[in-house]
Nanobody, 128 residues
Framework: QVQLVESGGGLVQAGGSLRLSCAAS????????MGWFRQAPGKERECVAA????????YYADSVKGRFTISRDNAKNTMYLQMNSLKPEDTATYYC?????????????????????WGQGTQVTVSS
């Protein structure tokens, strides 16, 4: 069982930045593909960024390309989402997700909300 704990959310003005962190349990963190998802009220959960464990290939939603950066520190069992140039439409609860160890995802599947483990979410609110 993998436990995920997000942190770093908060209230920020449009144009500002936040960095989300996702701390994971487990001794095989480096073999988890992981993703950041968000869900706004009344909307479906969507993947904003993901990273594949085997080659660090990344996926970004079109809406965040050039503004958000996903990264991971395997030594710290932590994944990050650096969010710059935030917009009011980025307001949502952000969740991190992880696959089971060594599971390989095709690139097109990185954005699918079918990960095995999920954090509790952290709220990001961007004011205009």
């Amino acid at each position: 069982q993998v436990q995920l704990v997000e942190s770093g959310g908060g209230l920020v003005q449009a144009g500002g930045s936040l960095r989300l962190s996702c701390a994971a349990s487990g001794r095989t963190f480096r073999t988890y593909s992981m993703g950041w998802f968000r869900q706004a009220p009344g909307k479906e959960r969507e993947c904003v960024a993901a990273i594949r464990w085997s080659d660090d290939r990344t996926y970004y939603a079109d809406s965040v390309k050039g503004r958000f950066t996903i990264s991971r520190d395997n030594a710290k069992n932590t994944m990050y989402l650096q969010m710059n140039s935030l917009k009011p439409e980025d307001t949502a609860t952000y969740y991190c997700a992880a696959d089971r160890s060594s599971f390989y995802r095709n690139y097109d599947d990185l954005k699918a909300p079918t990960y095995n483990y999920w954090g509790q979410g952290t709220q990001v609110t961007v004011s205009s």
